[in-house]
């Protein structure tokens, strides 16, 4: 019988640290999608804010904060992060465990907006992309969701069977950026 060894979708390749940026993955994070039941979207707000103290987001948002949020996927679609769901979120939405799914990645530092604008067409600046804003976008050639939680600070979410892809394209970003920064200087 095969012995499988768990391992994170970006197991051995962060974090990186490179010119000032960091690039780190969550593991064992809890991710539920969230697609209401047609008209149940208001239900499933207040559902969510009794159980779990955020509501619903708006199209490009998250609400919550910190390691419990719910972040914008698509429309009439979220992911609920960071805790398991409420028995009574079952009422009123379809409930799928997506944790397994995606590879999450933290990009951190002076410089990252400039890297990861290397990779999106997504407008990162700090007054067209605030903080808790999200997109559904690509990355290179990727689909990826993309979440601003700082002035300096990136959420990038792919799918699980691109980690590794992803991980070369941002450091590759990340490298180039701070070969400039380091020409400039």
């Known amino acids: 019988m095969a012995n499988l060894i ?3 979708a970006a197991a051995g390749q962060l974090p ?3 010119g000032g940026m960091t690039l780190t993955e969550l593991t064992d994070l809890q991710i539920t999608s969230l ?6 979207t208001p239900a499933l707000s207040a559902a969510l804010e009794a159980a779990h103290g955020l509501g619903f987001p708006a199209p490009g948002k998250t609400t919550g904060k910190g390691d419990l949020r ?7 679609q979220a992911f609920l992060v960071g805790v398991q769901p409420d028995a009574a979120l079952f009422d009123h939405a379809a409930l799928t465990d997506q ?5 999450v990645m ?4 002076a410089r990252s907006r400039d890297a990861l604008a ?6 990162l600046s700090g007054t067209a992309f605030k903080r808790g804003q999200t997109a559904r976008s690509m990355i290179g050639h990727m689909a990826a969701i993309i979440t601003r939680l700082g002035p300096n600070r990136f959420e990038v979410m792919v799918f699980r069977s691109m980690a590794k892809t992803a991980v070369h394209e941002l450091t590759e970003a990340m490298t180039a950026v701070a070969a400039r920064a380091r020409l400039n200087a």
């Open 6 to 8: 768990r391992t994170s």
């Open 99 to 103: 944790s397994d799914a995606w590879c």
């Open 16 to 18: 990186a640290d490179i």
């Open 118 to 123: 290397r990779l999106t067409p997504v407008n």
């Open 106 to 109: 933290h990009l951190d530092g």
């Open 35 to 40: 697609q209401p039941f047609a008209g149940a």
């Open 70 to 76: 719910a972040i914008w996927t698509g429309q009439d």
